[in-house]
């Protein structure tokens, strides 16, 4: 699903519980003071339980050696920073989607775990379950599809800015992150992700990040250059990796495994279709994915491993498919002014699959565009897939496989 999910809701101080409704929280109270925040728990004393919630318009800094609740909206400011070292578990509040992070366009987060030491946020719940909380969200501002020079997109709900002209703007690290039991739902359409990138410029390091038992989405970019290499996402309820709004990063080295409830192992659009207001976009998404394993639960169940539509384009390389009645699922419609050109972009070269591995994939291509090409057209050296080897960099940190 695409949606925007950013929240509003605002502050509170140490033990201050927020506002659990779908709608913004009526109360703001801008109190960001080392005092009353206990400048995040860095306070050179023991271990304590440190809430966390509220628009923080100064830099906040965790200690790992801390308990640390997240009982509303984290959101940062422009111009601060959150830093998480490595070792910290933030434990969200199981009351769903107003229990969020958000690193807002120009505010970066410093989360620089380790395989030892991966940072940790998920569910306070003693039986957690997928969409506890809303998740982690990152804005930026690099190029978006849907609007032009300096000008941004704002988020469905909350309406923080994203996209610009920045293609190498930087929101931070993200480095052995691991994301449990989101995807809280706002409203019947609106749901976070696990991670959801809008407009994150490829300044920004991402790498060795997993989303796990997610409500809705795994992950998810909203436009954007990032790059993302090292990416886990293991039994997402919806689609595992999503890209819109002309997501032009790459993605490398990319896991993704189904549970009993899922969809689309990567579900692409060319622009936001949800929104309905680009249907002619200034450009379509065209990221690259490199060393990219899917595994679904057997040809039949059904569902397809990768759904293209909306006029992507993309440049596959080195993918292993296993256990889909379909691999590759084109959807689009034909013609010089299609809105959804996505089969034009296998004829010009622009949508394309190299090396590439099929197990119990009943059909490799289902061509739904309106255009005529062949399966040789999009696929080339089919069998010479190997995947990505998720056995060695996912060991240690990773949970669910």
Not at 64 to 72: A, D, E, I, S, V
Request: proline fraction near 2%.
């Amino acid at each position: 699903m695409k949606h925007n999910f950013l929240l509003g809701l605002a502050i509170v101080g140490m033990i201050f519980t927020s506002c659990t409704s779908d709608d913004t929280a009526d109360i703001i109270i801008n109190d960001n003071s080392v005092i009353n925040n206990n400048g995040g728990g860095n306070n050179g004393g023991g271990a304590e339980t440190i809430f966390l919630s509220g628009t923080f318009t100064e830099d906040l800094t965790l200690d790992p050696n801390n308990t640390y609740k997240l009982n509303g909206a984290l959101i940062m400011a422009s111009g601060t920073t959150l830093t998480i070292p490595a070792g910290t578990t933030i434990n969200a509040l199981a009351q769903g989607s107003n229990i969020y992070i958000a690193i807002s366009a120009g505010a970066q987060i410093i989360a620089n775990g380790t395989s030892g030491s991966p940072i940790v946020m998920t569910s306070d719940s003693s039986a957690p379950q997928a969409g506890d909380w809303g998740g982690l969200i990152l804005l930026g501002n690099a190029p978006i599809n849907s609007v032009t020079g300096t000008a941004t997109a704002t988020s469905e709900i909350a309406s923080l800015p994203y996209g610009g002209t920045a293609s190498d703007d930087n929101s931070g690290i993200l480095r052995y992150v691991r994301v449990q039991y989101s995807g809280g739902s706002a409203d019947g359409q609106s749901e976070n992700n696990g991670i959801s990138f809008y407009g994150v410029g490829n300044g920004t390091t991402v790498e060795y990040i997993q989303v796990f038992e997610g409500k809705d989405d795994g992950v998810e970019f909203f436009g954007g250059t990032v790059n993302v290499d090292f990416v886990s996402v293991v039994n997402a309820q919806d689609d595992s990796i999503d890209w819109t709004e002309g997501y032009t990063g790459t993605i490398t080295n990319a896991y993704v495994q189904h549970g009993a409830e899922h969809d689309k192992g990567i579900e692409a659009d060319g622009y936001n279709t949800d929104i309905g207001n680009n249907s002619d976009p200034i450009f379509f998404s065209k990221p690259n994915v490199n060393n990219l394993t899917i595994i679904g639960n057997g040809s039949d169940t059904g569902n397809e491993a990768i759904r293209l539509r909306a006029g992507t384009q993309g440049i596959f390389t080195n993918v292993a498919l296993e256990g889909f009645a379909e691999g590759f699922d084109l959807d689009g419609d034909a013609g010089a002014t299609s809105d959804n050109p996505t089969g034009t972009g296998v004829i010009n070269g622009d949508l394309s699959v190299t090396d590439v591995l099929f197990t119990d994939v009943t059909l490799q291509v289902k061509n739904d565009t309106g255009e005529t090409f062949m399966d040789s057209d999009f696929l080339s050296g089919v069998g010479n897939g190997t995947g990505t080897d998720y056995a060695t960099w996912g060991a240690g940190w990773t949970v669910g496989n």
